[in-house]
């Protein structure tokens, strides 16, 4: 079949038609438009671009964006808000690797680890790396406790020597230990402790 097909000012095809037809009814073939064209190849690179950052390099997708989002937000909240920072807001927190690390230096600073054992696994005090909890494994129970003590003062109040900030970020720190997993160290008295697994 020849082709048929109109032609622009300098004599070039603007409408070619295929050389076959079905039920003697013939399509054109013509190139797509260059918008067309350039909008698929933007959208090729930004897709490869896409896959190779999100899921190969830095880029943080699904619960490690949205953790990392909201302990963002829970960090501004926590400058503006006063008095003891709400369970939500202490949960938040505590994904953020900067306050798990300066955490981590104050349990070593100020003599958390002398009871607890450098790696929180327990020596007079309990282990700090299992599921078991004596005055129970929320955040607030575990601020007040390193705010005022515990056992008449035989685990010593920190509130005159730490910010309430610095208690926070150790509170962060012993909830860290305990959610890497178990690490065998003293045994859970189960007298006194109950089993109540860090789950956040």
Avoid at 117 to 124: D, K, N, R, Y
Avoid at 144 to 159: C, D, L, S
Avoid at 174 to 182: D, I, N, P, Q, T
Wanted: charged share 20%; net charge negative.
């Amino acid at each position: 079949m020849s082709s048929t097909g109109s032609t622009d000012a300098g004599g070039g095809n603007i409408d070619r038609e295929r050389d076959h037809s079905f039920d003697g009814i013939t399509e054109y073939d013509n190139d797509l438009p260059r918008w067309w064209l350039a909008m698929l190849w933007i959208s090729v690179v930004f897709a490869i671009w896409y896959v190779a950052y999100f899921h190969f390099g830095n880029g943080q997708i699904g619960v490690d964006r949205w953790t990392k989002e909201t302990a963002a937000i829970a960090a501004e909240r926590a400058k503006h808000q006063t008095g003891p920072l709400t369970e939500e807001s202490l949960r938040a927190l505590s994904h953020d690797p900067e306050r798990i690390a300066r955490g981590k230096t104050l349990f070593g600073t100020v003599g958390c680890s002398i009871c607890h054992g450098p790696e929180g696994t327990g020596l007079i005090g309990p282990n700090l790396c299992d599921r078991y909890w004596i005055y129970g494994s929320n955040m607030t129970d575990i601020v007040e406790g390193i705010t005022n003590g515990r056992a008449n003062n035989v685990m010593p109040p920190q509130k005159a020597a730490l910010s309430p900030d610095d208690i926070n970020n150790l509170a962060i720190y012993v909830v860290s230990l305990s959610r890497a997993g178990f690490k065998p160290g003293k045994p859970a008295d189960l007298t006194r402790e109950k089993d109540n697994p860090i789950t956040y």
